[in-house]
Every structure is written in C-alpha cells, then in structure tokens.
C-alpha cells in the first residue's frame, strides 16, 4: 500500500485527485498506476484501469489469477468491473469512498450478481491514503479563493 | 448501429469475441471501438472503453455530456461503471448478453446504486448484433474440431 501511496502522488503532477494503485503476484509489482482522468480528459483512466492493463500485459494475459490488487481509494463501479474481469483475487484499498465506492460504500459489492468472487480488505494505512485526498482538496479550495 | 457492427468485425482480424461501439453527438461518430481483449491481452480493451476513450479526446472533456453510445453487445458491469463514469445521455445496444450484461440481463441496471441515470434501450438490429456474435463461436468450435 505504501508503494501504491507513492504512485497515488504522481497524479497531482497533472492536477488529478491522487489515488495509486498496483497489482501483485508472488510478492512482486508488475502493474502500477494513477489516475490521469484530468490529465488524459479520459473518464476510463483510473488508477486501477491502467495498473490492471500493465499487469496484463507483463503477464500477457487478460486474467491476472494469482493477483492482488492494492488501490488507495475505494474502487468506483467500473473499476470493480475491471478486477471482476480480470479475476484478481484480493483487494486491498485504504480509504472509503462514499460517493462512488462500489464495494463497501455508495454500492455492496455483494449485492452485485458476478461471475467472479473477490476478497477484499479495507482500512489498511487508512489514515494515510484518506490525507493524501483531503489535502489535495483542501489545497485546491485555497487555490481558487 | 450499422456503424458499431462494421466496427465490431475488424474484432476478428484478431479472433477477437466481435464487438463493435460508437460513441455519437449531434449525430456525428466521435468515438468507435471494438473489442481487443486477445489482441491486446488486456481485459479492460473492451469496444465501449475504446470509444468512450477516443470520444472524450476528442471532446477535450471526461465528461460526455449529450453524448449517445451504441454497442452492438449488452455492455459488462465495468462497461456500465464507464458509460456511467462519462455521464452518457442514451446507451442503445443490440443483442442481450446473458452472461455478463448488466443492463437488462444478468445485472438489472436499476438494481444498481448509481449517481448519473442513463436511458437506454436494446434489440437495435438485434439480429445482426447476435449472428455476428454466433457465427463467431461456430466458426471457432468448426476450427478447433
């Protein structure tokens, strides 16, 4: 999580709300990402989009079995659709996200019919990966008085 | 539609699943995709992702405000996450996918918690739509026996 919260900084280089993310299999990274929506006006670069499609293509596979997934945010739909996709095994995010989170938050990630099952856990540098975000808006709203 | 299943067959140049999508505004394509899940070994390379990607470049903006999009497929949960994530206007597809549409099939779009609502509506040229997909499947067992 904490190499995910080094990622998650890079985005504020473009101005981007910072979440970091990598994919892990056998204890070694092999996809990393952050978000780039603002950076790349793409509403599909999210963190997580863009460490599965490195992960995948590292493995030259589009599933990544055997691989965890670690986000500092709480995954919004499209991107839990993408790790059910890719049939990673575990997430792992550290702060909630209430308005878009789709796994424990805004949506149950139980009440959604899939094909595919993943663990997840929560909470974990917690404090961390919540501050790197309300900075980052708090920093904003200085700004722009 | 006719314009989202001419792209869904270039998906066969590379024994792709044939799925094709375009992204429309003031009734001009701005964005096509199609599905490159094998060619790219990427499980996010899905038509609606491609698209929506190349509309919101072209519109400078993550935000696909007054956009339509038509797929030739009932999207995935991740697709419906995207379409979501770009606030898409009307989301018009072909054929109903009833292992993984979360739309009207195996996910009921309404069941979802979401924070933008799109009108949609299916069976466009659903003849078409399914025979591309089942002609594929046929060719693929005819080649493997």
Redesign the interface.
């Known amino acids: 999580m904490k190499e995910a919260l080094r990622y998650g900084r890079r985005s504020l280089l473009s101005d981007d709300v910072p979440i970091g993310c990598v994919v892990v299999k056998n204890n070694k990274i092999i996809g990393y990402g952050y978000n780039k929506?603002?950076d790349?006006?793409?509403?599909?670069?999210h963190a997580e989009?863009m460490a599965?499609?490195m992960a995948?293509?590292h493995?030259?596979?589009?599933?990544?079995e055997g691989c965890d997934i670690y986000v500092t945010l709480e995954p919004?739909?499209?991107?839990?659709?993408?790790i059910?996709?890719?049939?990673i095994k575990n997430l792992y995010f550290g702060a909630r996200n209430k308005?878009?989170g789709?796994v424990v938050s805004?949506?149950k990630i139980e009440?959604?019919?899939?094909?595919h099952r993943i663990n997840y856990e929560y909470g974990i540098l917690e404090r961390e990966c919540a501050s790197l975000i309300t900075g980052f808006f708090s920093d904003l709203r200085k700004r722009s008085k």
Chains 1, 2 share one sequence.
């Open positions: 929506k603002e790349l006006k793409n509403p599909t670069a989009i599965i499609s995948a293509r493995l030259n596979s589009y599933h990544l919004c739909l499209m991107c839990v659709g993408a059910l996709n890719a049939r308005r878009f789709a805004h949506q009440k959604l019919i899939t094909n």
